[in-house]
């Protein structure tokens, strides 16, 4: 069990932590409201109740795990950092309990810090999440390039990721109008989590449009595709197995008429940067709520939704069974692009065998030509395939010397290994 914690500020509404100490300081103002005070005066004590806070979730909650919410918000110019000391803290009661405790952050520095050893000058997380994998993927399979999606062109993002982990790895942003990031290459693919749909992206559009909305069934399929072969650790988002219909919208139940009225004006604000039309739902309206629910049923539904639920259960299967497709200790993962598509092959090499990853984005069949690739390769899992009685109606891989050229159908995602690649079997 894991508990998504937010320690960059505190609720607008009910929150009477100034009243017993120097808690929160306007010199660490975030935006959502005054910030904790992690390095000021009196701050020990500050600290010392999140780090408490975390040891007590681990012993009296049995959590095996954090979700730490943008820890780009919590400015700390302590020697030790704030996540560092958190860290350290709630694993040493997890090995006092005889389990492991993991944390991972949600963070926009692009900084490797965050995920480095301690001995190594990090901070020791486990983990961070990957944004821009999800940027990428949206970006190809919408075409929505306003907003923070300014800085990215869909699935070429890929190659800087997967070469230096971050996108912005000492990067100009022109969303943000400065240069982010560093390199992070030393770092195992496994301290990223990435996804195609969560939260964040999903509640902070206008209107709360899943990926389903924005998309097709084949789009989709890419989209599951593409994260479930990634070598990066994939988080799911409730729903999205099944391609759940409904919204998610921004909703509150503020009692302040005050409060309620800034948060309606500060979305409106938020969408000024985006090209969505339509009028922003009102998120202290319960309807906005109610429309958000999830109807599970539809996993089983007998129909297109099942279809994806069954797709989600096979490409599952098929990354337990191809321990290549993540092993940590294999080789980075080489990209080649298609000219003017989005569409992309990544080829990977290590102790566990090799694969290939072609994924193609595009309304249009494409070909992808990897030109250092000896075969021979077989096809292990195909989207098209799926729909076209096992048989990937683009043709097989076509090799020649040490090239090999992989045909494409519109949006669609082919895994190929070569003879001798490790499958582990499935229980």
């Known amino acids: 069990m894991w508990l998504d914690v937010v320690y960059n500020h505190v609720g607008p509404e009910g929150n009477h932590l100034d009243d017993f100490g120097p808690y929160l300081t306007e ?8 910030g904790l005070n992690t390095d000021g005066e009196h701050a020990d004590a ?33 020697a030790r950092h704030l996540l560092e000391e958190f860290t350290a803290a709630v694993k040493v009661e997890g090995t006092r309990l005889g389990k492991p405790v993991h944390v991972i952050a949600e963070s926009d520095l692009c900084d490797p810090r965050l995920v480095r050893d301690v001995a190594a000058g990090g ?32 699935l070429a993002d890929l190659v800087p990721m997967l070469r230096d982990r971050y996108l912005h790895a000492g990067r100009y942003s022109e969303y943000r109008k400065r240069t982010v990031g560093r390199p992070g290459r030393d770092l195992p693919y ?42 990066f650790v994939p988080m799911l988002w409730m729903g999205e197995e099944y391609a759940e219909p409904a919204p998610f919208q921004y909703f509150v139940s503020h009692t ?14 938020e969408f000024a940067a985006f090209a969505w039309q339509g009028e922003a739902p009102d998120p202290q309206s319960e309807a906005t709520f109610s429309r958000s629910t999830l109807d599970l049923d539809l996993a ?4 297109r939704h099942q279809a994806m639920f069954e797709l989600y259960r096979e490409l599952l299967a098929l990354r337990r069974a ?32 090799e694969v290939v990853v072609a994924i193609n984005a595009e309304d249009r069949d494409v070909e992808v030509v990897l030109p250092h690739a000896p075969g021979p390769w077989g096809e292990r899992f195909s989207t098209a395939a799926r729909h076209h009685d096992g048989v990937d109606p683009a043709g097989p891989p076509r090799q020649e010397g040490a090239a090999v050229t992989v045909p494409l159908r519109r949006r ?16």
């Open 27 to 34: 010199q660490r103002g975030t935006p959502w409201g005054p």
């Open 46 to 78: 500050v600290r010392n109740w999140v780090v408490e806070h975390g040891i007590a979730c681990v012993r009296e909650l049995h959590l095996d795990g954090f979700r730490l919410d943008a820890v780009h918000g919590i400015v700390d110019t302590s």
């Open 123 to 154: 901070y020791g997380l486990d983990a961070q999440w990957a944004d821009d994998f999800h940027h990428a993927v949206h970006v190809a399979l919408t075409g929505e390039r306003d907003g923070y999606y300014v800085d990215h062109d869909g």
């Open 190 to 231: 496994d301290r990223f989590v990435v996804g195609v749909q969560n939260h964040d992206q999903v509640g902070n559009r206008m209107l709360g449009e899943r990926l389903t909305a924005l998309t097709d069934r084949a789009g989709l399929e890419v989209a599951a595709a593409s994260l479930l072969t990634s070598p």
């Open 256 to 269: 302040d008429p005050g409060l309620v009225e800034a948060v309606r004006t500060g979305r409106r604000e």
């Open 300 to 303: 089983h539904d007998g129909g």
């Open 322 to 353: 191809l321990p290549v497709l993540h092993d940590p200790a294999g080789h980075d993962v080489d990209a080649t692009l298609v000219p003017g598509a989005q569409a992309i092959a990544l080829h990977r090499v290590g102790p566990l065998g």
């Open 412 to 427: 669609s995602v082919r895994v190929l290994t070569r003879p001798g690649t490790i499958e582990r079997q499935q229980a």
